[in-house]
């Protein structure tokens, strides 16, 4: 039996990365990994918590360490939102399979997103939700093999999207 190729969810917060994660995991017969939880479990901290006592930067650091010591093969891995900024840790995920960006309007964030102080971004303490979609976006573009509009989609329906997009790259 052939390995399964791993896919890799990214994008901002509130874009559906752990739900939709667990729909295409279960869909296709993969392991599902949440890096955000691996955080948590390895640390015994919320990543608010984290930040509140360590800072956003060392948070990007304990999430890039997370991404290189977890085995990605045959799974679909939903990345915290800040997973892009580490360079190594995007490299080894791409070796592991298509990075896929879940591509939400930010207007449809900002409905989602209500406890955005407290939710465990890890941002500079004065960004704006607004620069920091600006800024994570035009990277989420820089390592996606493929962009999954998601504005007016069920989970299903992205799940089953995501399938027919990466039958046609194959094909």
Do not use: W
């Amino acid at each position: 039996m052939t390995p399964k190729q791993s896919i890799i969810l990214v994008g901002m917060p509130g874009a559906g990365k752990s739900t939709i994660g667990i729909i295409l995991a279960k869909d296709m017969g993969l392991n599902f990994i949440d890096t955000d939880v691996v955080i948590q479990v390895n640390t015994g901290k919320t990543l608010q918590q984290i930040l509140d006592k360590e800072g956003y930067l060392r948070l990007r650091e304990i999430e890039e360490e997370v991404l290189l010591s977890t085995p990605c093969h045959e799974s679909v891995v939903a990345t915290g939102g800040s997973a892009v900024y580490g360079e190594a840790g995007m490299q080894y995920l791409k070796k592991c399979g298509k990075v896929v960006f879940l591509d939400v309007p930010l207007a449809t964030l900002r409905t989602r997103i209500k406890n955005y102080d407290t939710r465990g971004i890890a941002r500079r303490p004065e960004q704006s939700f607004q620069e920091l979609f600006d800024e994570r976006c035009a990277l989420y573009k820089k390592y996606a093999d493929l962009t999954i509009s998601c504005d007016e989609c069920g989970a299903q329906d992205i799940s089953d999207l995501i399938q027919a997009r990466l039958r046609q790259q194959k094909g």
